[in-house]
């Protein structure tokens, strides 16, 4: 069934379904299997990000621009994953695979708007990177905590803008045929390919997307990796060259889970044919992974993290101990 929607200004007709069929996952066998781990994998990303955040606002040593970045990221990482996973969970271990039209499109908006904002927060973190090692001395006065307040809130307006329009897109297109969507959510490559109509615009907008705010950032965090690299050549004492290195070994393994799956599996999809199945667990895992593994990697390679958990420990024992008394 289809409800036939007109838009007067353009003199249109567009056909759109009342619902959607996400049928993604669901003839892989054994696929209980990956929903319980899906569902391992929210409960460590809800508690390894809430803990993070908890110890950066706790501890006010990380009150800085710096961790205002990174509790970003944190934040992003929760949302978005929470997005993703109890949807899918609910969507395909439940059989509830039919979604309306208009929640597709309010999932599709939230799930490229987080993924968004780890995109550019990784970038924000490389742009942190890159002043605090090639302009120590002025790192104080260009990073402080009003810019980087700026910058992520820039961000969000950007983001929302982009995506409302992005989204806003769908409404042009035409559903005549089949409203199967082979995904656990409701992406916005798959849905273009089942228009009836001119999908010109959309494909475009698509390629810019995935250029623009994936590709983008990336080739941004390597060349601001290049200029560090150089900076730290010429750092004479190879023990300081070391002790600076280390504050980026976590936005690297970062940078590394958040963005190689990603545009790996985007250059096989274009030169190569891909498996449907092994298409949706790549993109699934890139968006579960990265948020799963981020809190783990900055509380564990970071000394400044690991030096406030200890610090709030010890706050806490004595503060027992007084209590006792």
């Excluded at 439940?94 to 927060?121: G, K, P, R």
């Excluded at 970038?123 to 910058?151: E, G, H, N, Q």
Aim: glycine content about 4%; proline content about 3%; aromatic content about 12%.
């Amino acid at each position: 069934m289809s409800s036939i929607q007109t838009n007067p200004s353009a003199n249109l007709t567009f056909v759109r379904p009342a619902k959607f069929f996400l049928s993604g996952l669901s003839n892989v066998p054994h696929a209980k299997y990956y929903y319980v781990f899906l569902s391992l994998a929210y409960v460590v990303t809800v508690l390894g990000n809430s803990f993070l955040m908890c110890i950066m606002y706790l501890s006010r040593r990380l009150h800085t621009a710096k961790y205002i970045a990174v509790f970003h990221l944190a934040l992003s990482d929760l949302c978005g994953s929470s997005t993703v996973i109890p949807k899918v969970i609910d969507t395909l271990l439940f059989d509830h695979q039919d979604v309306s039209y208009e929640a597709c499109l309010t999932h599709m908006f939230f799930i490229y708007h987080f993924m968004n904002l780890q995109s550019l927060t990784l970038l924000v973190m490389a742009y942190d990177r890159l002043v605090a090692i090639c302009f120590p001395l002025r790192y104080l006065a260009i990073v402080t905590k009003p810019s980087m307040f700026l910058i992520v809130g820039v961000m969000w307006i950007f983001s929302v803008i982009y995506f409302s329009v992005l989204v806003g897109l769908v409404n042009r297109i035409s559903f005549c045929g089949s409203r199967v969507i082979d995904s656990y959510f409701c992406d916005q490559g798959i849905i273009y390919k089942l228009a009836c109509n001119d999908n010109s615009i959309n494909l475009m907008m698509g390629k810019i997307s995935f250029g623009l705010l994936m590709c983008t950032p990336f080739m941004l965090i390597v060349i601001s990796y290049f200029f560090i690299a150089l900076a730290l050549l010429k750092i004479s004492h190879g023990v300081d060259r070391i002790k600076a290195m280390k504050t980026c070994t976590s936005h690297l393994m970062l940078v590394a889970i958040g963005y190689l799956p990603l545009i790996s599996n985007q250059i096989a999809a274009l030169t190569t044919s891909i498996d449907p199945n092994t298409r949706i667990f790549n993109n699934s895992l890139r968006q579960v992974i990265p948020s799963m593994l981020n809190p783990i990697i900055y509380t564990l390679k970071t000394e400044e993290v690991m030096e406030s958990i200890k610090d709030l420990y010890k706050r806490r024992k004595i503060n027992t101990a007084i209590k006792r008394i």
